[in-house]
T-cell receptor, first 113, second 114 residues
Framework: SQQGEEDPQALSIQEGENATMNCSYKTSINNLQWYRQNSGRGLVHLIL?????REKHSGRLRVTLDTSKKSSSLLITASRAADTASYFCATDGGSSNTGKLIFGQGTTLQVKP | NAGVTQTPKFQVLKTGQSMTLQCAQD?????MSWYRQDPGMGLRLIHYSVGAGITDQGEVPNGYNVSRSTTEDFPLRLLSAAPSQTSVYFC?????????????FGAGTRLSVL
């Protein structure tokens, strides 16, 4: 079964607006990651947040982590048409030395120019 | 650096045929993984490896074999293709635990089984 579940499944916004995606997971974790996938391409790593961190920023990206609720959110500020993609969260399931990364089902974001 | 290279990009098989999906990385990564991506299902882990000579099963290993004889290569073998294996397959590699297992993905192989 999937470790992460993302909400919403699809999101459509206008350029310049903010986009927020949420991820929930089931087990303890050492870290949580977010990836982006452009249509027909492989996934690209965006940001990693460790279990002892509550918030992390990278450019227009802001990630929060609430381990008590087993949830994370990804905020993209001032969105651009180029941000149109699918976004996935991924966790290590608490075992960072096994090589396993468990992905959510993803949120498809459309940014209209 | 080429990163993670997957071949072929596209493949059509008949039910019962076997084939090998190739994956190679030139970043000297210890960890490598194979995923399949189906509509609405996200990515599901098939097999993974934490180093040459070491492999383990992921979430959906049935019908697939892997081996890791070198650090660079991690081929995925379909033993007897079935229509349920129609999917997009991604190979990924990472430095491992020290990097938090941040993964670098190949461009994918689109497989259709008729």
């Amino acid at each position: 079964s999937q470790q992460g579940e993302e909400d919403p499944q699809a999101l459509s916004i206008q350029e310049g607006e903010n986009a927020t995606m949420n991820c929930s997971y089931k087990t303890s974790i050492n870290n949580l990651q977010w990836y982006r996938q452009n249509s027909g391409r492989g996934l690209v790593h965006l940001i990693l947040i460790r279990s002892n961190e509550r918030e992390k920023h990278s450019g227009r990206l802001r990630v929060t982590l609430d381990t008590s609720k087993k949830s994370s959110s990804l905020l993209i500020t001032a969105s651009r048409a180029a941000d149109t993609a699918s976004y996935f969260c991924a966790t290590d399931g608490g075992s960072s030395n096994t090589g396993k990364l468990i992905f959510g089902q993803g949120t498809t974001l459309q940014v209209k120019p | 650096n080429a990163g993670v290279t997957q071949t072929p990009k596209f493949q059509v098989l008949k039910t019962g045929q076997s084939m090998t999906l190739q994956c190679a990385q030139d970043m000297n990564h210890e960890y490598m993984s194979w995923y399949r991506q189906d509509p609405g299902m996200g990515l599901r882990l098939i097999h993974y490896s934490v180093g040459a000579g070491i492999t383990d099963q992921g979430e959906v290993p049935n019908g697939y074999n892997v081996s890791r004889s070198t650090t660079e290569d991690f081929p995925l073998r379909l033993l007897s293709a079935a229509p349920s294996q129609t999917s997009v397959y991604f190979c990924a590699s990472s430095y491992g635990r020290a990097s938090g297992n941040i993964q670098y993905f190949g461009a994918g192989t689109r497989l259709s089984v008729l």
